[in-house]
């Protein structure tokens, strides 16, 4: 059997720190308010000059040397952000040539916060079938251009930062190591409960990010349990034989929640929320990073992937390390 084996991992974030008490400067909020309902106490944030290419660039740099391979290895990115560079052309073919790649293929996937999750299943289906021998996954956004710095309901909730992996297309890979199932879904009936209102496009608007915290919490819970259970059943797999749970980092009582529901111990769940934030397509594969890099996941280990994001999106990705 083909598999998409994991080879590296790696990460980047702006250096401005942002707390808490620095915002309580220019909004109407506390570091108590923010920390009791999201279990956020600082985000990143990138400068005026710096765009999500050069973000997305440093983790796949980083990535790349923890995998052992030169960027001329690669022959295909897969790039997940809702904040490019620019309307045209894909994120991806800037990260492609700054990496020094002319050939291979890469494009953009749009699914907000499910972004990375989409991705990796869109480029482990390519490894497994396609011509592909190694591909470069990346999700990187810079959310804090869609802000409504006066809205102190999502204001508080967001950061910058990308993450990146290395894959492999592999035959029969040792130790049953690879993506052993995924599965996605999505719903647009509830595009409004979490959106953008504008931007470059068919609107000629310039938006910014609205949300019905209450109604997307609501969803959350359900619809990640439902699909964490339904990618475990794909691959035979039970709940507790799962060694991390690296959820999207949107909330922490999200995160709490879903894991009750499947019944896995609070220890089991990867949790950067807190320094990170929401970083959208982005928070999966830094939370991943910084499992990998400070010895919690380990080469063997079963861990789940999920998230999900405006549209309503959302997916499940099992993979051994």
Known sequence: ????????????????????ADLENRLDTSDAWIVERTGIRARRIAPPEMKTSDLALLAAQRALEAAGLEAT???LIVMATATPDQTFPATATVVQARLG?????????????????????VADSLLRTGPYRRALVIGAELFSRLIDWEDRSTAVLFGDGAGAVVLESREDPPGGRGILASRLHSDGRYGPLL???????STG??????????EVFRHAVVNLASVMEETLAAAGVE?????????????RRII???????HLPPGRVVITVDE???????????????AVRDGRIQPGHLCLLEAMGGGFTWGAVLLRV
């Open 256 to 262: 709490e929640a879903t894991a009750r529901k499947l």
């Open 239 to 251: 709940p507790g034989e799962v060694d991390w749970v690296v959820p999207h980092q949107a909330n």
């Open 195 to 201: 959106h953008v209102d504008g931007g470059p496009g």
């Open 73 to 75: 290895q690669i022959d």
């Open 1 to 20: 059997m083909r598999r998409s084996l994991l080879l590296g991992t790696g990460s980047a974030l702006p250096d401005q720190r942002v707390t808490n």
């Open 205 to 214: 608007t310039v938006g910014k990010l609205r949300m019905s915290g209450r």
């Open 276 to 290: 990170h934030a929401n970083t959208s397509a982005a928070s999966v594969p830094l939370a991943f990073d910084a």
């Open 101 to 121: 790649l002319t050939s291979g293929v890469a494009f953009d996937v749009h699914a907000v916060c499910s972004g990375f999750v989409y991705a990796l299943t």
